[in-house]
């Protein structure tokens, strides 16, 4: 694999420890891993970019999104959740196709590389689809099949079945950037005979557990109801809590929740857009989440409900929505906000020694955007390029991404596949999905 | 001037009464008006845009900002409102000069012309030059000199002064794209003579009063303590309301305050971004100020705490805001949050018969988005490209930028001035005024 120079970045925000921000540095990679950073002038690489004027950091981490689902996106707005569901995205996907699930996959793919987004965790159908356009993209997907039974038992051993198949299909890929997931949907739609299969198959398997968990009010009021328990107490109760748990959604959680998912070692998925978007009421309670120490990244959900893949706006958003909900512009602030979509990201996906910052040793994982723009201007300085990422940039001013040392996109071309072809292909796959 | 046409644009999203989208459909303009709307496959003109693969839609009316203030953005974040004017905004301020203004201004306008913004409304100092740089791009702009008394005679007599200056300036100017407007600040820094003298001018010259209003809870504390009124019902009391009147923020507004504006006549700038970043608790009852009839536009604020001038940004956050506040996603549809930004704009300005949308004999303020990113694929169709719009779409797929049938940008290269030179200069702006 070539060595890569990434030369003289303007400001190099590297999320280290101490969150260091580097003037003029560079970053030297070798074998997708980063060998050094600072002052490497003297270096040569096989490749090398030219950083002058351009802000380097971590590439940002996606912890919760329906890639394929990407095909559906701006097709239903305005609507109740289950509405939404019901009518217009449940009849659809049951119309899914191995290759609309590509296709959706490959544009989901690009919106991502040219968003910055290099890490992402993932939850559908036809997931064998999936890792084949992300491993043709080249990004870093932790993949999950999505497992539910219905409280029926015959469907969840198809299901585990599903699950085992996906499970050698990955492993079979032999690509480094290409994790297994578990994937049980929800409390509410796995049985916990389960929820529990799943637990263990990911220890066994040092996977992550992919769920979404108290998203709406309404889920919470159906556990009451059936298990005269919240939906975080019922899974502590059957023993499905785990260290490899990443929850997505946690809105409606009690401290007491909270607290439970603290001491099984779980990490939470926040997705504000989507839920603000889908009303789902309330807010995710993320001051309480880092007050117990538990691990919280950012997620965008799908672009069915979102409507983007744009995890720039999802910062903005997630910092903006805590700050309106708690009457208080300290709450969150723009160090925390990226330290949530990079480092805590990383965190929240058991990976916080090989990704999440620029620093010696991690796989080399890095964006680079262009700050001669007019929405980054003017930059006051160091105290400020934090800031500025989280509030004033956006997508569109990412001009590079790279992933495990490979440059997937490069002055805002992607490299590893024809966006042309993806976008006519995925507006005709869209099209036919909905009219046929 | 030349005639322009746009050719072929796939999509014309109107913005008309019956808020027609077309397909596949050409703009004719002349003498900077709409003249043709549709198939005008045969006419010429002298320059003409091929708008294949683009959306048309009117240019986006920002109602409230303070443009040279973009100077500052990104200076101070995560701090309470009072902190933030006392310790970090106001210093600055009283460092400010003619070319800090007239650079921030430019700085600002650049921006607004790559995210689509065609008219907006501002408030601020050093006006003459504010009106110098927005002159020179070439957009609409409604300019308030920002009047601030503080209840002192001798103050009021030299800010009625500044005003006449500014209004006599703008009057010689005789450009149709630079209105004046009124601009007492607040009622809390305004005394009840200025509030009135600022009435009577703006009715006898037909200009917009531009004010802040209710952005906070402490302000209508403190209404309360010094006039045992809340701040519309003293301004109702004084008789300082009236239909010229945009009232930016309104956040903390009783029902009862809402039919007083909508007694008056009086208009609303809504500025999603800035409440939520400033933390400003409680959410702007706009339900209930539609229900009252009172005309309500979007704005951004400054750049100093929004941090961007991104109409785009600012849809998508109104919309999820008040779905979110609401526990209801149908509480701001697509629809009615695309006309925020335009036609409803337009109306808080009283300028609706000539912007807003794009029909035969307004003025042609248009923007044109290309539709082949990644962002806004798949097209389902004519039932989603508003939504596209609102949920999907960022300003960098602004394409096009035109205001009164003027090119002031063509893809994304900005027409009226030299944006390097721009960029370079407002960068060494900001930093003197800090240093210094």
């Known amino acids: ?249 946690c809105v409606w959680l009690t401290k007491g929740e909270v607290g439970l998912l603290a001491k099984a070692g779980a990490r939470v998925a926040h997705c504000p857009v989507s839920n603000m978007k889908l009303a789902s009421g309330g807010v995710a309670p993320l001051p309480e989440m880092f007050d117990f120490g538990v691990p919280v990244g950012l997620g965008t959900d799908g672009a069915a409900s979102n409507n983007t893949l744009d995890m720039f706006e999802t910062m903005k958003v997630c910092a903006l929505l805590h700050k309106a909900h708690r009457w208080d512009p300290t709450v969150l602030n723009a160090q925390k906000t990226l330290d949530l979509a990079t480092i805590d990201g990383a965190r929240a996906l058991g990976a916080e020694n090989e990704l999440g910052s620029i620093e010696v040793g991690k796989r080399a994982d890095i964006i680079l955007l262009d700050s001669r723009a007019p929405n980054l201007a003017p930059l006051h300085g160091r105290d400020t390029v934090v800031s500025d990422l989280v509030y004033s940039a956006s997508a569109a001013n990412v001009d590079t991404t790279i992933v495990d040392g490979r440059v997937l996109m490069q002055n805002r071309e992607i490299k590893t596949f024809n966006l042309h072809q993806v976008l006519a292909e995925s507006q005709q796959a869209a099209l036919t999905l909905v009219s046929g």
Chains 1, 2 share one sequence.
């Open 1 to 249: 694999m070539p060595s890569l120079l990434i030369r003289n970045a303007d400001w190099l925000v590297t999320q280290n420890k101490a969150r260091d921000v580097l003037r003029n540095s560079s970053i030297l990679i070798r074998d997708g891993a980063i060998e050094q950073i600072g002052k490497v002038s003297s270096v040569s690489a096989d490749i090398e970019i030219d950083a002058k004027g351009k802000i380097a950091l971590p590439g940002l981490i996606n912890t919760h999104t329906h890639l394929s689902m990407t095909l559906f996106r701006g097709f239903a707005d305005d609507m109740h959740l289950q509405d939404w569901l019901q009518r217009k995205i449940w009849p659809l996907e049951t119309k899914l196709t191995d290759q609309a699930c590509y296709q959706g996959a490959l544009l989901g793919s690009a919106e991502m590389i040219m968003s910055g987004t290099t890490s992402f965790v993932d939850m559908y159908f036809h997931m064998e689809d999936v890792a084949r356009a992300v491993g043709e993209a080249g990004l870093r997907g932790f993949l999950s099949y999505g497992v539910i039974d219905l409280f029926d038992s015959a469907k969840a051993k198809a299901e585990q079945d599903n699950t085992r198949k996906f499970f050698d299909y990955v492993r079979n890929l032999n690509n480094p950037r290409i994790k297994f997931a578990l994937g049980p949907h929800a409390p509410y739609t796995c049985s916990a005979d389960t929820l529990l299969w799943a637990k263990e198959f990911a220890e066994e398997n040092h996977s992550i557990l992919h769920i979404h968990i108290a998203e709406t009010r309404r889920e919470q009021a159906d556990s009451q109801k059936q298990h005269a328990l919240r939906a975080v107490e019922y899974l502590d109760k059957i023993g499905a809590l785990s260290e490899n748990m990443l929850a997505a959604h």
